[in-house]
C-alpha cells in the first residue's frame, strides 16, 4: 500500500550529509510509466539513469501487486496503441507477455447499461422523450445565450452548462460529480472540464445537428474521451507486467532501479540554480546520497516542493498546499465466481464505488480457475472509512454489489485493500495561480524538470504520460548533443 509520503528539507549548502553512493548522469524521481519511460528513453541513448520509486514495484497509478495467488491491479490500467512510438518499444520488451484485448467497456446509466462512452443512439435510449426533448431545448437555448453573450466560466459548474445546457447539467452531471469529487462543481476550476471530463459523444451529435441551423459550439470544450471500438493491451499478470518489464529492460540496458525508495531531499548549488543531488530514505530509515548532474521528477509536485525545504521561497510553499490530490482505495475482491460482469469494466453514477473491473475478462490469470477477481474502485479521503476498510464501508460496497447482481457478499473469500492518496490533482477553484507559481520555481532550477500525471499536475492517459517521460528525456539528450558540439 501507498501512504502519504514524508519528504524532509534538503541540506543547505555547506550543511554535511551522507556521503554519497555514487554519480549518475540523471536522477528520475518516480517510477510510473512516465518515469520508467524517461529512463529508458534515456538508458537507450547511453546515460547513466538512476531511477527511485517510493513502492515496493514500480508502475504507480498503473502497477499491480500480488496478494495470495493472485494479482491485483490499482484501478484499470490497459495499454492503447494511440502513439505508435511508445507502443512499438512496448510491445517490444513485453515480448509474450503482452496479449491483446477487444474494448469492452460499459455504463450503467438510466436503468440499462450502454458502451463507455455514451453513443447518441444509446443516450436517446436512456432518456423520456419529454426529458430529452427539455436538454436539447436547453442545450439550443445555452448554446445561442452563450453565442450572443460570450464569456469565460467561473467554475466547473458554468462549464459544464455552457457545454451542455443547463437540464442535461442538472441531469446527468450535477450530482455524481458532487459524489465523486466529495464537493460540488462550484468548487471545481473550469481547467478540469477541459482537460479531465470525457466529451459526451450523443452531446457532440445534437452539437453538430444544431451547428447545421448556424448554432456553433462555442469556446468551451471538452477532452476527446477513448474510442468505442480499439484493441488494448494487457498480460496475464495484470497491469504489474508492462512496468516490471520496462524496469527490467533499463537495467539491463545498465542503469539502476532503486525500489521503496522515498525520496527525502533535493539538494541545490551554493546559487540554488543548479541540482547537485538528491536524497532518499530506504526501508530502515538510512538516508542514501546521489550526486547527479540532471533532475527529472514524477513525484506528486506537492511532495517534490517539500523535498526542497527553505530553498523554496515562503510563498512557493504555500502555493504547493494548494496543489491537492483525491484519494483513491482498491478493493481487490477475489470472488468464489467464474464470471461476475459481461464487460472489461464498468462505471456506475450512483454507488459506493464509481467503476468495477474484472480483469479475468482481458485474460488475467485467477487461482482457483473457477473463481474471479474484482478490481472496485473507489475515491475516498486519506483516513476515511473506505479508505481504512472499515466494516461501514465493505457493507455499503459489498451491498451494492449485491444489489447489481454482481456477487453476493458470501461469494467474496478475499478482500485486499489497494491505496494510493495521489490518485487525481484536484483542480481547485483559484488553483492555476498557484500551480504557475510552483512550476515558476521549478524552471528557475535549470537542471530539473517536473512531468506526468503527478509531477505536472494533469491528466494524461497511460500512452502520454510516456510521451511526457520521453519529452523531458529528449530535452536533456539534446541538451547534452549541444554541449558536446559546442566543446
Known sequence: MESTSTTGAPASAG????????KTEVAILGGGPCGLYAALTLAKAGKKVTLLEKEDVTGGLARGHKRGENFYDLGVHMLHAFDQGVFESVKEIMGDERIEVPLNAKIKWAGSFYRYPLQFGDMVKGMNPFLLAHCCVGLLAYQGYYKLRPKEPKDAEEALIQLYGKPLY??????????????PPTQLSATFITTKMPRLSAVDVIKKMLSKVGIKDRSVHAVESALSEETLHYSRNGAEAMPRLLAEEIERLGCRVIRSADVSGVQLDAEGKRATAVRYRDPSGAEHTIACDEVIS???IKNFLTAFGD???????DSAEFL????????GLLVNKEKAI??????????????????KNAGLKVTPADHTVLIVETTCEVGDAKWNGEESARQAIFADLEKEGICKPDEIVE???LQTPHGYPIFGLGFEPHLEKVNGFVEGIENVQTTGRQGGFCYPNMHKAMRMGAD??????????GATAAS
Open 298 to 300: 514524477t513525484i506528486p
Open 170 to 183: 442538472e441531469f446527468f452531471f450535477k450530482e455524481f460529480t458532487t459524489r465523486y469529487w466529495g464537493f
Open 15 to 22: 550543511t554535511s550529509t551522507p556521503s554519497p553512493e555514487g
Open 311 to 317: 530553498h523554496a521561497p515562503a510563498d512557493v510553499r
Open 342 to 359: 459481461d464487460a472489461l469494466y464498468i462505471y456506475y453514477r450512483d454507488k459506493a464505488f464509481h467503476r468495477v473491473g474484472e480483469p
Open 324 to 331: 491537492k490530490t483525491k484519494a483513491i482505495t482498491i478493493y
Open 472 to 481: 523531458a528525456a529528449d530535452a536533456i539528450i539534446a541538451k547534452s548533443e
Open 415 to 417: 478482500v485486499n485493500l
